[in-house]
């Protein structure tokens, strides 16, 4: 072979053909774990799209099975939310890396422009069939067929029918192979349990293969704030980022850029970076930076002291959403919701951390005649069924030392523990948006909220355990009295019946337990 011929192969790909080869990468490994995905994609973007067109989500989802032997399925998602314009339905389904959301900093469920194209891609290659659709945008209803050229990465679209009509909203048919659907914990039916308990303002009806029909109401109708994109903090950047801003940038100077593109940059901000920078000429256009001069400015702008990041753009669930939620879906014996206040992490992405912790009752996980501890992870708001391991939320609550709060045997105690991060930028360990990296801030954070809750539930425990062996010693006790009554009876002749009551009345006195049951009382209603 001479030296060129190795280079004959020398060929380019487009991201769509990688990710048809690297399908694991989003989500499609498994038959199970591929059909929560597939349900995953198109139920974040209904909350994602009902949000942003503020509309209280009411989201359908049927599964129906073709063939057992190979897991051939049609899936069926229906949206109440603002469909998509005709001539983004392509883009939208049938193209990786477009979308609303990959360019904006805002909180989102979605971010890269990938899922629901990838489940379109997912369809072709096991089916070989197109996906179906039909969107109603302002007064257009629009039904086609998407499939994308893996070559190209660009969408094939395939218009069927347009109608004008008021009804607004999505509706998804497609078949894919090589799925499953069990009421696993990975399952489509807990995906869909977490995703209500997460977004109590949303009703998920959902249809299961064998044609039973379960509803999770809503149970607020309080829809969402609306994502409202954030600057992005000097502390968040590197430096092709701020190149990248800067060559796209129209302002006449890099003063002008600086100041309008980020936040928390005044004017008196952009003179001490001109102090640290005597050899940048700030009134340049930004589109003439050139690297070296964007490096000098990301180090300088670790020298200055900035205002935290807004956090105007960042949405909890809210403490008394995910109360009522564990309440409704756990009843619980003990729960306790914490809110943290906003954090930064790598050194300028705002990001809150909810927890919500639950005892007693239904919580834990029941498999056979034995409980478990249950871990329910979300970023923003959205369940993370899958890589528990390679997360941090998991990292954090192992990490914790659950002696220490009388939680003697964690892993087999009836537990609960909720876990959500919000942020514009949730760092994802992968395509398939599973598991949350182990940003020290974040680990922290969660440490933090874990053990805020962990110290109410020890001041409960310990009322139960307490209150327990004080009644189990006063009836043990009490077990004696009428012998003793009547032995006493016969030695003095006084009446037995009213020694047993004396002798009654004192061990109630002595052990009184009225004081134990208002104090349990007490922690049960003053939790939180
Ligand atoms: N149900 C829907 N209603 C309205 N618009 C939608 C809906 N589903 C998708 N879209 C539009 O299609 C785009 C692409 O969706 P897709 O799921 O591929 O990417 P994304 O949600 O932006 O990011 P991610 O890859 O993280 O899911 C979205 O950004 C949105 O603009
Ligand atoms: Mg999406």
């Known amino acids: 072979m001479t030296k060129t011929d190795q280079f004959n192969e020398f060929k380019e790909h487009s991201i769509a053909e990688f990710f048809k080869k690297n399908k ?20 974040t973007n209904s909350l994602d799209a009902a949000e942003e067109a503020r509309i209280l989500p009411d989201i359908q989802i049927e599964l129906n099975e073709i063939d057992k032997q190979s897991g051939h399925y049609k899936v069926k998602a229906e949206d109440n939310g603002s469909g998509i314009p005709e001539k983004l339905i392509g883009k939208a389904l049938g193209q990786m890396l477009a979308g609303t959301k990959f360019h904006r900093y805002v909180q989102q469920r979605g971010q890269q422009g990938i899922g629901a194209a990838g489940v379109t891609m997912y369809a072709q ?51 894919v192979k090589d799925v499953k659907y069990d009421k696993s914990s990975s399952g489509v039916y807990e995906y869909l349990k977490r995703t209500a308990i997460a977004n109590p303002h949303a009703q998920i009806t959902f249809i299961d293969p064998d044609g039973e029909v379960h509803i999770f109401p809503r ?32 302002n006449k100077t890099l003063n002008q850029f600086l100041s309008s593109t980020f936040s928390r940059v005044s004017a008196n901000k952009v003179k001490e970076l001109k102090e640290l920078l005597p050899h940048i000429n700030f009134k340049k256009p930004p589109r003439d930076l050139e690297w070296q001069e964007a490096e000098d400015i990301i180090n300088a702008f670790k020298k200055i002291r900035w205002i935290a990041p807004s956090i105007e753009g960042i949405h909890p669930i809210g403490k008394e959403q995910i109360r009522t939620s564990m309440l409704n879906m756990l009843e619980p014996d ?66 914790i030392d659950w002696k220490r709060y009388d939680v003697r045997d ?5 537990i609960t523990i909720l876990v959500n991060i919000s942020s514009v930028h949730i760092p994802y360990t992968g395509a398939g948006k599973q598991a949350i990296s182990s940003e020290p801030e974040i680990k922290e954070e969660i440490r933090n909220a874990i053990m805020e809750v962990a110290r109410k539930l020890q001041i409960y425990i310990n009322g139960v355990v307490k209150e327990k062996e004080k009644i189990h010693r006063k009836k043990a006790i009490l077990r004696y009295v009428h012998q003793v009554a009547s032995d006493l009876s016969y030695l003095s002749n006084i009446d037995a019946f009213e020694i047993e009551n004396l002798l009654s009345k004192m061990i109630e006195e002595k ?16 939790r939180g």
């Open 511 to 526: 052990y009184d337990t009225k004081k134990d049951e208002e104090r349990l009382k007490n922690v049960i209603s003053n």
């Open 24 to 43: 694991q990468m989003l989500g499609f490994s498994g038959k199970v774990r591929s059909l929560t995905t597939i349900v995953h994609e198109y139920v």
């Open 334 to 399: 003990f729960l306790a919701v914490v809110e943290r206040k906003p954090k930064i992490y790598r050194g300028g992405v705002p990001f809150i951390i909810e927890v919500g912790l639950a005892y007693g009752g239904n919580s834990g996980r029941k498999t056979g005649g034995q409980v478990s501890s249950n871990i329910m992870r979300f970023g923003n708001r959205a369940p993370l069924l899958f890589d528990a391991g390679g997360g941090v939320i998991v990292e954090s609550v192992k990490s």
């Open 410 to 414: 964690f892993q087999n105690s009836p």
């Open 125 to 175: 290659i096991t089916t070989g069939k197109p996906t179906k659709v039909v969107s109603g945008y302002r007064g257009n209803i629009i039904e086609a067929l998407v499939s994308i050229d893996f070559k190209t990465n660009k969408p094939k679209v395939d218009i069927l029918s347009r109608e004008k009509g008021d009804w607004h909203g999505l509706i998804i048919e497609t078949e």
């Open 219 to 250: 149970s607020v109708e309080i829809i969402p704030p609306k994502p409202k994109p954030v600057k992005p903090h000097p502390l968040g950047l590197n430096t092709n980022d701020l190149l990248d801003f800067a060559h796209k940038d129209n």
